[in-house]
């Protein structure tokens, strides 16, 4: 008898350990580099390169075509907060998610400043009998395909490979549009690799059909190489002192400080 009690609790003491070890996993592979900390309402750049909401907010310049911190690549839309990594972080992590959300929550309140509020959803045992509900939260949210690589867009959406090659073409350049809110992002997706990761080490989906079978898309995508924003320009101080200084295009309507709630672009360049 005791000998029985003891395996059990040998048993119960290693299945413990793993789950710490996995949960320590999670939290090393979705931490924001700019914070240093757990993600909190997690956005995605287009580059993938993936930070809290308010770390991208505040690291984005208000005149200026903005870059990762991480890589420097040029964008110019403020990425919405991605609801499938929400979910993933409150179900997988949701004691420590629940201690970013009161430690931002104290410094929203002291900015003066407030995100989209978003409900932790409850606890989810990574492997256990709750997992489809885990699997529903990060499929593909177009078609609900699980396999292969997933996309994070501006708008939040994740796409898996069949889904997100669905391209507009102007003026011979290509944009990507979302299938699931059809807004437009002129950025060749690039694959989000945590999350592809994740989803990979934990769930079968051997009976799905792989990537191989769908095709990418050839083409060439606008780059953003403006170091302005469009209708803003470098003028010299008028006073003489030498300086430079950010001036508007007086035919062109400019937002500073303001980004749009419907395509993310900041500074808004255009009448809205």
């Known amino acids: 008898s005791n000998r029985l009690r003891l395996e ?40 993938a390169h ?5 770390c991208a907010h505040f690291s984005m310049t208000s005149h200026k075509v903005s870059t990762c911190p991480l890589c420097r690549a040029k964008y110019h839309l403020q990425p919405k907060i991605c609801r499938s990594l929400h979910n993933l972080l409150g179900m997988t992590l949701w004691n420590l ?9 104290k410094e929203e309140k002291s900015r003066g400043v407030e ?32 396999r292969g690589a997933k996309y994070v867009l501006g708008c939040g959406h994740v796409l898996g490979k069949c ?38 080490s934990h769930f ?10 769908f095709p990418q898309v050839e083409g ?23 300086k430079l200084k950010i001036a508007l295009d007086p035919d062109e309507a400019v937002s500073l400080g303001v980004g749009c709630d419907g395509c993310g672009m900041f500074p808004i360049v255009g009448r809205r």
């Not at 998610?97 to 929550?105: G, H, L, S």
């Not at 995508?221 to 030498?242: H, K, W, Y």
């Open 50 to 54: 993936h930070m809290c909401f308010w």
């Open 220 to 242: 060439e995508f606008p780059p953003v190489e403006l170091s302005l924003a469009q209708g803003m320009r470098v003028e010299r101080d008028a006073e003489g002192s030498g």
């Open 8 to 47: 059990l609790r040998f048993i119960i003491d290693e299945q413990a350990m793993a789950a710490v070890s996995e949960r320590r996993v999670i939290e090393e592979d979705f931490s924001c580099p700019v914070c240093l900390s757990l993600l909190f309402k997690p956005v995605v750049l287009p580059c």
């Open 163 to 200: 889904c997100v090659y669905n391209v507009s073409e102007r003026g011979g350049k290509l944009a990507t549009v979302c299938r699931v809110c059809s807004l437009e992002y002129p950025f060749r997706p690039a694959v989000y690799a945590p999350l592809t990761a994740f989803i990979a």
């Open 97 to 105: 998610y629940v201690a970013r959300e009161q430690e931002t929550a």
């Open 115 to 146: 995100a989209e509020e978003l409900p932790v959803p409850p606890a989810v045992e990574v492997g256990g009998s709750e997992d489809q509900v885990l699997r529903q939260a990060l499929q593909c949210q177009k078609c609900g395909r699980l």
């Open 204 to 213: 079968d989906t051997s009976r799905e059909a792989p990537d191989s079978e």
